[in-house]
C-alpha cells in the first residue's frame, strides 16, 4: 500500500518508536522518529509532517510544552501556520484525567494511554487524517456569517478580516456545526461526527473544544452569538439569519 503522508513519532522509549514505526510502514506511511523534545522540534520545522505521536514525558521538552508551542495563538510568518495545523495524538502513560483534559486544552486531536493496542493506533491516526481533510473535501468551499468566514480548501476563518488562529480539529467541529445551522448534536453524535470513532466515553473532549472556539470565534464567549449550548441535549450553530 502506498501514502504520501509523514508521521512523525515522538518517544523515548525506543521500543515504542519501534512497533508504531512497524505498524505505520506496513500501511504505507512513511515515519520520522525522534527521542526527545529538541529533535522533535526540529524535525517539525524541517519535514512538516502530517501528524505526530506525541509522548508527554519526554527529555528536553516535554509534550505538554511541544503541543503548546505549535497550538499558541502568535504572529504567524512562514511555515509557522502550517505547523499550529499539524494533528497531534498524544500516546502516554499518563492516565490521569487531569492529563488528558490539559491535553485537549492545549488542542490535542486525540490522547491515547500505554499500554495500547498498535492496530488501533493506526486506525485512530487514519480517522484523525481523514478528518483534518474533510473540510477540504466538502462541496461547500466558504461560509459567511455576518463578519465571521470560513474556508473549507485553506481551513482558514476570519472575523472582521482578521484570521482566527484554529487547531484541525477545532476547525473541524466548528465546520461541522456551520454546515449543520440550527441542528442541535450531543456531545456523543458530535464525537461520532467529528472524531470519527467511539472515544470511550470522554466526552468532556467536546465541552473542551467548544470552550476553545468560543474563546476564539466569539467577540464575548460568556454571550456567545454563533455557537448555542442547548441545556440538557447539546450544542448547536446559529447563522444569524
Not at 505549535?70 to 499550529?84: C, K, M, S, W, Y
Not at 456551520?178 to 456531545?187: D, G, K, L, Y
Amino acid at each position: 500500500m502506498s501514502n504520501s503522508q509523514t508521521i512523525l513519532v515522538v518517544d523515548d522509549e525506543v521500543t515504542v518508536r519501534e512497533v508504531v514505526r512497524k505498524y505505520l510502514e506496513l500501511e504505507g506511511f512513511r515515519v520520522l522518529e525522534a527521542d526527545n523534545g529538541p529533535l522533535a522540534l526540529h524535525l517539525l520545522h524541517q519535514d512538516k509532517p502530517d501528524l505526530i505521536v506525541l509522548d508527554i514525558m519526554l527529555p528536553g521538552l516535554d509534550g505538554f510544552t511541544i503541543t503548546r508551542s505549535l497550538r499558541a495563538p502568535v504572529e504567524r510568518q512562514g511555515d509557522i501556520h502550517t505547523l499550529e495545523d499539524i494533528p497531534i495524538i498524544m500516546l502516554t502513560a499518563r492516565t490521569e484525567e487531569a492529563d488528558r483534559i490539559t491535553g485537549f486544552e492545549l488542542g490535542t486531536d486525540d490522547y491515547i494511554v500505554k499500554p495500547f493496542s498498535p492496530r488501533e493506533l493506526v486506525m485512530r491516526i487514519k480517522a484523525v487524517l481523514r478528518r483534518s481533510a474533510a473540510g477540504a473535501a466538502s462541496s461547500e468551499k466558504s461560509l459567511t456569517f455576518g463578519d465571521l468566514r470560513l474556508e473549507a480548501t485553506s481551513r482558514s476563518v476570519t472575523r472582521g478580516g482578521q484570521e482566527i488562529p484554529l487547531t484541525a480539529k477545532e476547525f473541524d467541529l466548528l465546520w461541522f456545526l456551520a454546515t449543520h445551522p440550527r441542528q442541535v448534536f450531543s456531545r456523543a453524535q458530535l464525537l461520532d461526527q467529528v472524531w470519527g470513532y467511539e472515544f470511550y466515553g470522554y466526552e468532556s473532549t467536546v465541552t473542551v473544544h467548544i470552550r476553545r472556539l468560543r474563546e476564539k470565534v466569539e467577540a464575548d464567549p460568556g454571550s456567545p452569538v454563533f455557537i448555542h449550548t442547548v441545556w440538557g441535549v447539546g450544542y448547536k450553530f446559529d447563522p444569524l439569519t
